[in-house]
């Protein structure tokens, strides 16, 4: 079966061209709307305000209205539906060829304005009831419909009189349209009917000024001035715009951007500058798409110069040079154009001032190079590209920057197909999708893989060669396209300190950096990092983003790794160096801050140049860790890669404790079995027994107790080898640990039994109380809760006598113990007391496992006290803990209780 759906006209769904009824309402404003947005993302908020016409109701009740508006229109397409849900929003997910609006962008590319306007059933979305919709949704298509326009001026150079009954027929249907008035004067005039042509001016005339009050403008007034100077002109305008690019895909929302830009600006010089953006990333590809729709607002002509400002082959062009070349594109005699510099701008600027054209500046390499063309008056318009942001122009000329991303795996796939064909896609859909990933987004890798498969090659064959080393799979013969040629180009536009500085960033794991970070692996001052990075990022080989950090696009990354591997062995190593210093010591710190009386393991101070991000407390720890956890770990597998073993283990121990905190189980499994390689090379046993520790650690975590037993013996091991008797004792209470989530109880209070001799009189107040705790909890569990008691009440005195921080489950542990036991002997407020001390400090802890868990136990226990409104309450933010991400945390026995506690409550 096959769907169908128009919106130029009145909404229609077609299946196996049959109408499907859409429900009136704000189920047709929501398809819509996302069909005007066909395969973008629409959030919920933007919904909501086209539903509500601007004025919705609370939020909670919009969304959940916003839900059922969704499931109806589903099922009033059945087959035909297309809705699709995203985290915060919604996708009409529909073929190009289904919609007729991508059908008619298309045919208006590709040049065939007849047809496009054929599929035009009259206004947009006609029977769809929304104010909002149609102030801001609907106006910008209707500028596209000026393709129409733009055939028309293209047929005033052959057949006018073929022209003049259509022009007749398109003033009627658009009185206020000047443009088709000006033209039907013109076929007139260009059929030897003079006479007739002046009376349609007098006749359009007398209309502006009776329906708006205004006076003919531009474009009428210069139809009028051809007709009464007798001037037959063929087409003495320049329209020197490159043919666009076939299978332009995506980038409507930069198109909309750009069109926004230049309405914002009536009347004012306009310059929209910067379509900036890594090369091969589709600057001109963008430029020359709008360039064309907008290429009828501008009459006198449309102006292109490669400036080449990044080129492979060949110096950037003299701004002087390309002034000339314009004026003799506006029909200035070669004998009339001055030979001095400044009275050559002058002339340039006055034959523009006198006309509307539009620029375009293609591939400018900076500021200087812009400035001599830009035009003085008002009616004309600059689209400047370039991979440097020309900041110049933006602070001075009041330039109207673009910045130009990557593509979408969508629209990458788009353009991908569309370059190979949809048949050969199909065949080899699994390549498609590798290929596509190995690009990254970029245009112009995929134009390269595109060009390969063209000459036959397989594109299983093409993606695994990408896989393999993509820089070479993407270097073809043509030196002025492949993506080293046109990233080293960009290199080379950087001063020397900056292109050091990219050089040196092929060292660092990523996925992204900080500035410290950066001025650790260079060496550079602070202040100096910042300039050369803003320098980069000005120079489009870098990326910022609004929270001060830095990445780079797959692709200069890997460029980047390859010019490193180029450096000096001295070299790379002392930045190596540098940056896992930065890391390990910064980590260190914050560790320090998340735990609580464990011994330092770094103790050397960090190498000269390394700078170490500020510590102040446990908040400003966690907030390190949740950005930077994901470079710590990738830096782990590189120094893994390089021997550098110390850091290996150290990195994985101080990182222990944020990645259990937050549930991260595989990232803590990967990294602490290089951990424990890198200690094991060493040889330090040490080093072996706390990779051991924080393997068995992790392993109790994912419920693996077979494995956590085998690492527990191992770390118990090689800590009895170097006598260290609180990390044996703490070994011991994690084994007794897993003796009970296996059910062997008995086990658990023996081992602790065997080990108390050796901790009950260490001077260590906090160790003894963490091994109180231990055993208070192997009685209760055996059944002594007398004994238990006694035991846990003497921990938390041993917890008092020490400056406790807040970082450490010993504490927290033993009041859940306490808990258990009072709620048992049904002592319900001693519980809750206990409960609710545990629970506030699984939550200065930030370790959401035990926060849920601690809510049901303390849901429970405020149950079993009568207060059934806080219950349910805390029933519901363990669920909602729960559901987000910690379902595979709890055990079966704690989601039960869970369940349990909300039936008992009446939750849902």
Same mark, same amino acid.
């Given at each position: 079966?096959? +769907?169908?759906?128009? !919106?130029?006209?009145?909404?229609?769904?077609?299946?196996?061209?049959?109408?499907?009824?859409?429900?009136?309402?704000?189920?047709?404003?929501?398809?819509?709307?996302?069909?005007?947005?066909?395969?973008?993302?629409?959030?919920?908020? &933007?919904?909501?305000?086209?539903?509500?016409?601007?004025?919705?109701?609370?939020?909670?009740?919009?969304?959940?209205?916003?839900?059922?508006?969704?499931?109806?229109?589903?099922?009033?397409?059945?087959?035909?539906?297309?809705?699709?849900?995203?985290?915060?929003?919604? !996708?009409?997910?529909?073929?190009?060829?289904?919609?007729?609006?991508?059908?008619?962008?298309?045919?208006?590319?590709?040049?065939?304005?007849?047809?496009?306007?054929?599929?035009?059933?009259?206004?947009?979305? *006609?029977?769809?009831?929304?104010?909002?919709? $149609?102030?801001?949704?609907?106006?910008?298509?209707?500028?596209?419909?000026?393709?129409?326009?733009?055939?028309?001026?293209?047929?005033?150079?052959?057949?006018?009189?073929?022209?003049?009954?259509?022009?007749?027929?398109?003033?009627?249907? $658009?009185?206020?349209?000047?443009? @088709?008035?000006?033209?039907?004067?013109?076929?007139?005039?260009?059929?030897?009917?003079?006479? &007739?042509?002046?009376?349609?001016?007098?006749?359009?005339? #007398?209309?502006?000024?009776?329906?708006?009050?205004?006076?003919?403008?531009?474009?009428?007034?210069?139809?009028?001035?051809?007709?009464?100077?007798?001037?037959?002109?063929?087409?003495?305008? %320049?329209?020197?715009?490159?043919?666009?690019?076939?299978? @332009?895909?995506?980038?409507?929302?930069?198109?909309?951007?750009?069109?926004?830009?230049?309405?914002?600006?009536?009347?004012?010089?306009?310059?929209?500058?910067?379509?900036?953006?890594?090369?091969?990333?589709?600057?001109?590809?963008?430029?020359?798409?709008?360039?064309?729709?907008?290429?009828?607002?501008?009459?006198?002509?449309?102006?292109?110069?490669?400036?080449?400002?990044?080129?492979?082959?060949?110096?950037?062009?003299?701004?002087?040079?390309?002034?000339?070349?314009?004026?003799?594109?506006?029909?200035?005699?070669?004998?009339?154009?001055?030979?001095?510099?400044?009275?050559?701008?002058?002339?340039?600027?006055?034959?523009?001032?006198?006309?509307?054209?539009?620029?375009?500046?293609? =591939?400018?390499?900076?500021?200087?190079?812009?400035?001599?063309?830009?035009?003085?008056?008002?009616?004309?318009?600059?689209?400047?590209?370039?991979?440097?942001?020309?900041?110049?122009?933006?602070?001075?000329? #009041?330039?109207?920057?673009?910045?130009?991303?990557?593509?979408?795996?969508?629209?990458? +796939?788009?353009?991908?197909?569309?370059?190979?064909?949809?048949?050969?896609?199909?065949?080899?859909?699994?390549?498609?999708?590798?290929?596509?990933?190995?690009?990254?987004?970029?245009?112009?890798?995929?134009?390269?893989?595109?060009?390969?498969?063209?000459?036959?090659?397989?594109?299983?064959?093409?993606?695994?060669?990408?896989?393999?080393?993509?820089?070479?799979?993407?270097?073809?013969? /043509?030196?002025?396209? #492949?993506?080293?040629?046109?990233?080293?180009?960009?290199?080379?536009?950087?001063?020397?300190?900056?292109?050091?500085?990219?050089?040196?960033?092929?060292?660092?794991?990523? %996925?992204?950096?900080?500035?410290?970070?950066?001025?650790?692996?260079?060496?550079?001052?602070?202040?100096?990092?910042?300039?050369?990075?803003?320098?980069?990022?000005?120079?489009?080989?870098?990326?910022?983003?609004?929270?001060?950090?830095?990445?780079?696009?797959?692709?200069?990354?890997?460029?980047?790794?390859?010019?490193?591997?180029?450096?000096?062995?001295?070299?790379?190593?002392?930045?190596? =160096?540098?940056?896992?210093?930065?890391?390990?010591?910064?980590?260190?710190?914050?560790?320090?801050?998340?735990?609580?009386?464990?011994?330092?393991?770094?103790?050397?101070?960090?190498?000269?140049?390394?700078?170490? /991000?500020?510590?102040?407390?446990? /908040?400003?720890?966690?907030?390190? @860790?949740?950005?930077?956890?994901?470079?710590?770990?990738?830096?782990?597998?590189?120094?893994?890669?390089?021997?550098?073993?110390?850091?290996?283990?150290?990195?994985?121990?101080?990182? $222990?404790?944020?990645?259990?905190?937050?549930?991260?189980?595989?990232?803590?499994?990967?990294?602490?079995?290089?951990?424990?390689?890198?200690?094991?090379?060493?040889?330090?046993?040490?080093?072996?027994? $706390?990779?051991?520790?924080?393997?068995?650690?992790?392993?109790? =975590?994912?419920?693996?107790?077979?494995?956590?037993?085998?690492?527990?013996?191992?770390?118990?091991?090689?800590?009895?080898?170097?006598?260290?008797?609180?990390?044996?004792?703490?070994?011991?209470?994690?084994?007794?640990?897993?003796?009970?989530?296996?059910?062997?109880?008995?086990? +658990?209070?023996?081992?602790?039994?065997?080990?108390?001799?050796?901790? *009950?009189?260490?001077?260590?107040?906090?160790?003894?109380?963490?091994?109180?705790?231990?055993?208070?909890?192997?009685?209760?569990?055996?059944? /002594?809760?007398?004994?238990?008691?006694?035991?846990?009440?003497?921990?938390?005195?041993?917890?008092?006598?020490?400056?406790?921080?807040?970082?450490?489950?010993?504490?927290?542990?033993?009041?859940?113990?306490?808990?258990?036991?009072?709620?048992?002997?049904?002592?319900?407020?001693?519980?809750?007391?206990?409960?609710?001390?545990?629970?506030?400090?699984?939550?200065?802890?930030?370790? &959401?496992?035990?926060?849920?868990?601690?809510?049901?136990?303390?849901?429970?226990?405020?149950?079993?006290?009568?207060?059934?409104?806080?219950?349910?309450?805390?029933?519901?933010?363990?669920?909602?803990?729960?559901?987000?991400?910690?379902?595979?945390?709890?055990?079966?026995?704690?989601?039960?209780?869970?369940?349990?506690?909300?039936?008992?409550?009446?939750?849902?």
């Amino acid at each position: 079966m096959s +769907a169908e759906y128009r !919106v130029l006209g009145p909404l229609e769904v077609l299946l196996d061209g049959r109408p499907v009824t859409v429900p009136a309402g704000r189920c047709r404003v929501l398809l819509g709307t996302l069909l005007l947005r066909a395969n973008e993302f629409v959030s919920v908020s &933007e919904l909501v305000d086209r539903l509500w016409d601007g004025a919705p109701p609370a939020p909670d009740r919009a969304h959940k209205t916003l839900q059922m508006v969704v499931t109806r229109l589903r099922q009033a397409l059945g087959a035909a539906g297309c809705v699709t849900t995203r985290s915060g929003g919604y !996708v009409a997910e529909v073929a190009p060829e289904s919609l007729d609006l991508t059908r008619f962008r298309a045919l208006v590319q590709q040049g065939e304005f007849r047809a496009a306007l054929e599929l035009w059933r009259g206004q947009v979305l *006609a029977d769809v009831v929304s104010e909002a919709l $149609h102030r801001d949704d609907v106006p910008p298509l209707l500028e596209e419909r000026v393709a129409l326009e733009r055939r028309i001026d293209q047929d005033l150079a052959r057949d006018t009189g073929a022209l003049v009954p259509e022009l007749r027929s398109l003033v009627q249907r $658009h009185p206020l349209r000047e443009t @088709f008035w000006a033209q039907l004067m013109l076929a007139l005039h260009r059929s030897n009917q003079q006479a &007739e042509a002046l009376a349609v001016y007098q006749e359009v005339r #007398g209309h502006l000024a009776d329906e708006l009050g205004v006076d003919p403008g531009e474009r009428l007034l210069d139809a009028h001035r051809q007709v009464l100077s007798g001037e037959v002109p063929g087409d003495p305008v %320049p329209r020197q715009l490159p043919v666009g690019v076939p299978h @332009f895909v995506g980038r409507e929302r930069e198109l909309a951007r750009l069109t926004e830009l230049l309405r914002a600006r009536p009347g004012e010089p306009v310059l929209i500058s910067a379509i900036n953006g890594i090369g091969g990333v589709g600057k001109t590809a963008l430029a020359v798409q709008w360039a064309h729709r907008q290429a009828e607002r501008f009459p006198d002509g449309q102006l292109y110069v490669n400036l080449r400002g990044f080129d492979t082959q060949a110096e950037p062009v003299d701004p002087l040079s390309v002034a000339r070349d314009f004026l003799a594109a506006l029909g200035v005699a070669a004998s009339e154009i001055p030979a001095s510099e400044s009275a050559l701008i002058s002339a340039y600027r006055s034959a523009l001032a006198e006309r509307r054209v539009l620029l375009l500046l293609d =591939n400018a390499r900076d500021v200087d190079q812009v400035r001599p063309l830009l035009p003085g008056g008002a009616t004309n318009l600059v689209v400047v590209t370039s991979r440097n942001r020309l900041s110049g122009l933006v602070a001075r000329e #009041g330039a109207l920057p673009v910045a130009l991303d990557v593509l979408d795996e969508r629209q990458s +796939a788009d353009l991908l197909t569309g370059r190979i064909g949809t048949a050969r896609a199909e065949d080899e859909p699994e390549a498609v999708t590798r290929l596509v990933r190995r690009c990254a987004g970029l245009p112009l890798a995929l134009s390269i893989v595109a060009a390969r498969a063209a000459f036959g090659d397989s594109l299983t064959a093409l993606a695994d060669e990408l896989d393999g080393e993509r820089l070479d799979a993407l270097d073809i013969d /043509d030196p002025t396209t #492949g993506v080293r040629a046109v990233f080293s180009w960009s290199l080379r536009s950087v001063s020397e300190q900056a292109a050091r500085m990219f050089v040196l960033l092929g060292l660092h794991p990523g %996925p992204d950096f900080s500035v410290i970070a950066v001025a650790s692996l260079s060496a550079l001052p602070l202040a100096e990092t910042r300039r050369v990075l803003a320098e980069l990022v000005a120079g489009s080989l870098l990326h910022s983003d609004a929270h001060g950090r830095y990445s780079q696009h797959d692709l200069l990354r890997d460029y980047a790794a390859e010019r490193a591997a180029g450096l000096p062995a001295e070299d790379r190593a002392a930045a190596l =160096n540098r940056m896992f210093d930065h890391y390990l010591h910064t980590a260190h710190a914050c560790w320090q801050h998340l735990s609580y009386n464990l011994p330092p393991v770094v103790t050397d101070p960090p190498a000269p140049g390394v700078l170490v /991000d500020p510590v102040r407390d446990s /908040d400003s720890a966690w907030a390190w @860790f949740v950005v930077e956890h994901r470079v710590v770990l990738r830096a782990v597998e590189r120094a893994g890669s390089l021997g550098a073993d110390a850091f290996v283990w150290r990195a994985m121990h101080v990182t $222990h404790g944020f990645l259990s905190r937050r549930h991260y189980l595989y990232e803590g499994l990967t990294g602490h079995r290089l951990g424990l390689a890198a200690a094991q090379r060493l040889g330090d046993p040490h080093a072996q027994s $706390h990779m051991h520790r924080r393997l068995a650690g992790t392993c109790m =975590n994912a419920q693996r107790y077979d494995e956590a037993e085998v690492h527990l013996l191992e770390a118990i091991r090689y800590a009895q080898s170097v006598g260290d008797v609180l990390a044996e004792a703490h070994l011991w209470r994690g084994l007794a640990r897993t003796h009970e989530r296996r059910g062997r109880l008995a086990d +658990a209070l023996n081992v602790l039994l065997e080990v108390h001799p050796r901790i *009950a009189g260490h001077p260590d107040s906090y160790e003894v109380g963490r091994h109180l705790a231990a055993l208070g909890r192997a009685h209760h569990i055996t059944g /002594d809760d007398v004994r238990a008691i006694e035991l846990c009440l003497h921990a938390a005195e041993k917890f008092t006598e020490t400056h406790y921080n807040g970082q450490d489950e010993g504490p927290a542990v033993n009041y859940e113990t306490l808990g258990d036991i009072y709620l048992g002997l049904e002592r319900h407020r001693e519980a809750v007391e206990c409960y609710e001390r545990s629970l506030e400090l699984w939550q200065q802890m930030r370790d &959401e496992t035990n926060v849920a868990d601690g809510l049901i136990l303390l849901g429970t226990a405020l149950y079993a006290t009568g207060e059934k409104t806080r219950a349910r309450e805390c029933a519901a933010q363990a669920q909602q803990l729960i559901e987000g991400s910690l379902m595979e945390a709890l055990e079966l026995h704690q989601l039960e209780r869970l369940h349990e506690l909300i039936a008992a409550t009446g939750g849902d």
